[in-house]
């Protein structure tokens, strides 16, 4: 009579692409952006691919948005006036209106770390609807994962 042993394999667990938390949109009128906050709530650090950014395009003059900034550093520079906009990780995307400048590692956000993004304008933000959405690369495992946060200001 023959007998097996059993042997135990490892199942390998994956790494979930990424995890992101997102908090309300806020507005600043003296310093002219319109803020948003996320949370990496993933184990692995993670890196912005893609934002969009949609703002009220119907106002005399249109607000440009001027920068975006990661954590109070410039990651794009432009000056665009129609809504929305997208700006992508060149590597990333071949077609894209806009491409970020700088660094990758200006748009990583670390395990359990909170970033602020800033969309600064030309101009206070106008009385209207907002709407953000972003992609997020897991640089270790290249999962991708989104956030977005829209809201409604009426100006001062």
């Known amino acids: 009579t023959s007998t097996t042993t059993p042997t135990n394999t490892p199942t390998e667990t994956p790494i979930p692409a990424c995890i992101i938390g997102s908090a309300n949109l806020s507005w600043d009128d003296t310093n002219k952006y319109v803020a948003w906050q996320v949370t990496n709530n993933s184990e692995y650090t993670v890196r912005m691919i893609r934002v969009k950014i949609s703002w009220p395009g119907t106002v005399v003059p249109k607000p440009r948005l001027n920068n975006i900034k990661v954590n109070g550093v410039d990651?794009?520079?432009?000056?665009?006036?129609?809504?929305?906009?997208?700006?992508c990780d060149s590597a990333q995307y071949s077609t894209c209106s806009y491409y970020f400048t700088g660094l990758n590692g200006l748009r990583e956000i670390?395990?359990?770390?909170?970033?602020?993004?800033?969309?600064?304008?030309?101009?206070?933000?106008?009385?209207?609807?907002?709407?953000v959405d972003a992609t997020f690369l897991n640089i270790t495992s290249l999962g991708k994962c989104t956030a977005q946060a829209s809201g409604y200001y009426t100006a001062p």
């Open 75 to 87: 990651v794009w520079t432009g000056n665009p006036d129609t809504p929305p906009i997208e700006v």
């Open 110 to 131: 670390g395990a359990g770390v909170t970033a602020e993004i800033k969309f600064v304008f030309s101009k206070a933000p106008p009385t209207g609807d907002y709407a």
